[in-house]
């Protein structure tokens, strides 16, 4: 099976633009969760999107959104970038099911990193 | 408010020896815990995970304990080899709720 592949790896936008980034999750996975990770802070989840909807969504602001469409990939966009914007994003797929409390791991893509100048 | 702290942003190992990782919580509904490691320029990659009706798990070279009274949760990784050189984070989740909580990471540098 093909990762979780992201696009693009990287990114360099100015203040006040926005921007796109692609995810496409594992083949048969219907969950894609997304993060913002930055230096000493871990990753912080923005939202997962199961079957094109979204099922949780973190404390991002509302400059922070994404869409998930019919094949599941997924896309998340960032209005009016700011400096502190700047960070890797991760993608993660799962099959977004539990079956008795079992919990479904998430795979993760490589990232893109966005810079904002 | 961190549920989930990593206090050590560093740890250095000798090759060989025990590297010991640690992670503490907040939250006691919490019911699964999960290890992740990330490689430069990569994204994370599972690692082990324990439910909260154990206290232990293993998978190979590496071990996590739960502490559920203390609300603290480590992984062993014994003997220590210089693959391992990564940044772990710990990472927990609710019942019935599929968001995950993650911890800031721990930088381990095994040294040969």
């Known amino acids: 099976k093909a990762g979780v592949t992201q696009t693009p790896r990287y990114l360099i936008k100015t203040r006040g633009q926005q921007v796109t980034l692609s995810c496409s999750p594992i083949?048969?996975?219907?969950?894609v969760s997304w993060y913002q990770q930055t230096p000493g802070q871990g990753l912080q989840f923005l939202f997962e999107?199961?079957?094109?909807?979204?099922?949780n969504k973190g404390n991002f602001p509302g400059r922070f959104s994404g869409r998930q469409f019919s094949n599941s990939r997924s896309e998340m966009n960032v209005s009016t970038l700011e400096l502190g914007d700047s960070a890797l994003y991760l993608c993660?797929?799962?099959?977004?099911?539990?079956?008795?409390?079992?919990?479904?791991?998430?795979?993760f893509g490589p990232g893109t990193r966005l810079t904002v100048l | 408010d961190q549920q989930v702290k990593q206090n050590s942003p560093s740890l250095s190992v000798q090759e060989g020896r025990i590297s010991i990782l640690n992670c503490d919580y907040t939250?006691?509904?919490?019911?699964?815990f999960l290890w992740y490691k990330k490689y430069p320029a990569e994204g994370p990659t599972f690692l082990i995970s324990?439910?909260?009706i154990k206290d232990k798990n293993e998978d190979g070279r590496f071990t996590v304990f739960l502490n559920k009274s203390a609300k603290h949760l480590s992984l062993h990784i014994v003997p220590s080899q210089p693959g391992d050189s990564a940044v772990y984070f710990c990472?927990?989740?609710?019942?019935?709720?599929?968001?995950?909580?993650w911890g800031a990471g721990t930088k381990l540098i095994i040294k040969p």
């Open positions: 999107y199961f079957s094109e909807t979204q099922r």
């Open positions: 324990i439910s909260s």
């Open positions: 083949s048969g996975h219907r969950s």
């Open positions: 990472a927990a989740k609710e019942d019935s709720n599929y968001q995950l909580i």
């Open positions: 939250n006691s509904m919490f019911d699964y």
């Open positions: 993660a797929s799962s099959s977004g099911l539990t079956s008795g409390g079992i919990y479904n791991e998430q795979f």
